[in-house]
């Protein structure tokens, strides 16, 4: 199957990927791509994520998210758009902090 090649302006959402290295008939880029435009793509990039992605695999990805990957305002959103629920101890592992707090001995 030959490689689909991903639109250049989709480099800001994937800055530390080479596009040209990402394949979108590969899944785990797949859920890459997913990742890092419901997290960070406009709204160009969006539209055309939901044109190339369906719903169904969207939903998969939210609900498996990467540890520590997250922003709370993008995740919280898309999990209200897709009807997506996640446990509180996924969702809190899912967000990215920051400022971590140290545990006590």
């Known amino acids: 199957m030959k490689k689909k090649k ?3 302006f989709l480099q800001p ?3 530390s990927y080479n596009l040209n ?3 979108l ?19 160009r ?9 369906s719903l ?16 709370p305002l993008s995740l919280n959103y898309w999990l209200k758009i897709t ?3 996640l446990r509180k101890d996924i969702y809190e592992k899912a967000i990215q902090n920051i400022y971590p707090q140290t545990r006590k001995s």
Do not use: C, M, Q
């Not at 990039?45 to 992605?53: I, T």
């Open 25 to 43: 008939n590969n899944p785990s880029d797949r859920k890459l791509i997913i990742r890092h435009i419901l997290n960070y793509g406009n709204e």
């Open 45 to 53: 990039a969006v539209k055309w994520l939901l044109k190339n992605f």
């Open 13 to 15: 959402f994937l800055w």
């Open 83 to 85: 009807g997506v629920n």
């Open 21 to 23: 290295s990402l394949d």
């Open 6 to 8: 991903l639109p250049k």
């Open 56 to 71: 169904e695999e969207i939903k998969k990805v939210l609900k498996t998210p990467v540890r520590g990957f997250w922003r």
